[in-house]
């Protein structure tokens, strides 16, 4: 009896989690099914123990969107009916259960971009934190190939990168963005040859796995917040942020590490 790989695989390796897109036959495409798994894999990274997250793909590819042979399949069961319900659910759980899922999590999310990142692959890279890429990644918004409107979070995360001009120059373009390319635009924030890639993007998640992982969580929290929130609003929200951060034990061996001029020894409480 042989059992069904797995779409998700999950590895913790000390504070760090590991997330890998695992369905190569279809370039880590999304199923229904494996945008259930990978919400749950999100999820299961809310705990203290884990501190960083990197979320990546297998086999030459970060992933390749949506499985767009599914949507086929709905047109043909369902018509136009049917096919705009499934998008519509499937969009939904994209949008709940990762793209929200991970922007509310208090930790840093590392894209570890290894191939090509399309479509809700590339909204997916948006979403983390931090995007590191092979020198042969690919980006692609992918949708108005097939006269499809942005999801994923794209046309909220991608303005914010790369401006409104360049986002939309990107949708219209339909083209893929190297890897050099996206570091120019800012939509990465470094490159490495193939060879030595995994073992570069898991030093980075790694590095940010032994940091102060409270500022980091309330950081990433007062940026997303930002967005909605006019100056006043904003410099109270700090106020707050800083003098909470103020009772953790990380601050504290923050400044005394300072005063002693030696490295901190942070411990993500």
């Not at 290894?114 to 990644?137: E, I, P």
């Not at 060879?195 to 997303?224: C, I, N, W």
């Not at 006019?230 to 504290?252: C, R, S, V, Y």
Request: hydrophobic share 45%.
């Amino acid at each position: 009896m042989t059992t069904a790989p797995q779409r998700i695989q999950f590895e913790q390796k000390g504070a760090l989690a590991v997330i890998r897109l695992n369905r190569p036959e279809a370039r880590n495409a999304l199923s229904p099914g494996m945008v259930a798994e990978l919400g749950q894999a999100v999820a299961a990274c809310r705990g203290r123990d884990i501190r960083a997250v990197l979320l990546t793909g297998t086999d030459g590819a970060f992933c390749a969107g949506a499985d767009v042979r599914d949507f086929n399949v709905q047109f043909d069961e369902g018509g136009p009916e049917g096919l705009s319900e499934y998008l519509r659910r499937l969009a939904d759980d994209i949008h709940r259960e990762i793209v929200i899922g991970i922007r509310q999590l208090d930790k840093p999310v590392v894209a570890a971009v290894n191939g090509v990142a399309a479509g809700a692959g590339f909204s997916l890279a948006l979403a983390c934190d931090l995007r590191v890429a092979s020198s042969d990644a690919r980006f692609l918004l992918a949708y108005a190939n097939i006269g499809a409107t942005a999801d994923g979070g794209a046309t909220y995360m991608l303005p914010r990168i790369v401006g409104q001009g360049r986002a939309m120059e990107i949708y219209l373009a339909r083209q893929p963005i190297g890897a050099q390319y996206a570091l120019e635009l800012g939509l990465v924030s470094q490159v490495f040859e193939p060879a030595h890639f995994e073992r570069h993007a898991m030093e980075t998640a790694d590095r940010l796995s032994q940091g102060p992982t409270r500022a980091y969580g309330q950081v990433k929290a007062l940026f997303d917040g930002s967005w909605d929130a006019n100056l006043a609003a904003q410099l109270d929200a700090e106020t707050e942020a800083i003098a909470n951060i103020g009772l953790t034990q990380d601050f504290q061996e923050g400044i005394r590490a300072f005063a002693q001029k030696r490295p901190a020894w942070f411990q993500g409480v």
